[in-house]
C-alpha cells in the first residue's frame, strides 16, 4: 500500500537543528494519517508528532509535549513527503526516529499518539545530539 523511507538523521551539537524526511511511495501522503516516533536504547517507542489532512482545507498536527515549540511537522506542496523540522535540539532528544503511516478518518489526539494506530514503518533514522 506505501513504503516509508526516513532520512536526515545525523550528529548535531546541543541547541542545534535538523530536518527530517518521510517520503512515501505507493501513494500519496495526503490520503494518510503521518506520525513521527522515536525510540532511544533501553526504552519504549514514543509519540513524537502528527500530521492529518482534516478537510480539504484543514491540517491537524499534533506534538508531544517534550518537542511542543521546537519541533514542526509539514507536508510538501507534492504530498509525497513529510518533514520534521527539529530547533533546539537537546541530548533527551537522542533516539532513533521512524516515521509511520495509517489510513484513518479524523482522529482524536491519543489515537493519533498510539503505535498501535499506524500500519506501515519505515525503518528509522538515527538522531544523536552531542557536544
Known amino acids: 500500500q506505501v513504503q516509508l523511507t526516513e532520512s536526515g538523521g545525523g550528529v548535531v551539537r546541543p541547541g542545534g537543528s535538523l530536518r527530517l524526511s518521510c517520503a512515501a511511495s505507493g501513494r500519496s501522503v495526503s490520503t494518510y494519517a503521518i506520525g513521527w516516533f522515536r525510540q532511544a536504547p533501553g526504552k519504549e517507542r514514543e509519540f513524537v508528532a502528527a500530521?492529518?489532512?482534516?478537510?480539504?482545507?484543514?491540517?491537524?498536527?499534533d506534538y508531544a509535549d517534550s518537542v511542543m515549540g521546537r519541533f514542526t511537522i509539514a507536508r510538501d506542496n507534492a504530498g509525497n513527503t513529510v518533514y520534521l523540522s527539529m530547533d533546539n535540539l537537546n541530548e533527551e532528544d537522542t533516539a532513533l526516529y521512524y516515521c509511520?503511516?495509517?489510513?484513518?478518518?479524523?482522529?482524536?489526539?491519543?489515537?493519533?499518539?498510539?503505535?498501535?494506530?499506524?500500519?506501515?514503518w519505515g525503518q528509522g533514522t538515527q538522531v544523536t545530539v552531542s557536544s
Open positions: 500530521i492529518q489532512a482534516k478537510d480539504l482545507t484543514s491540517i491537524r498536527r
Open positions: 509511520a503511516a495509517s489510513v484513518m478518518g479524523a482522529a482524536s489526539s491519543q489515537t493519533l499518539a498510539a503505535r498501535t494506530s499506524y500500519d506501515y
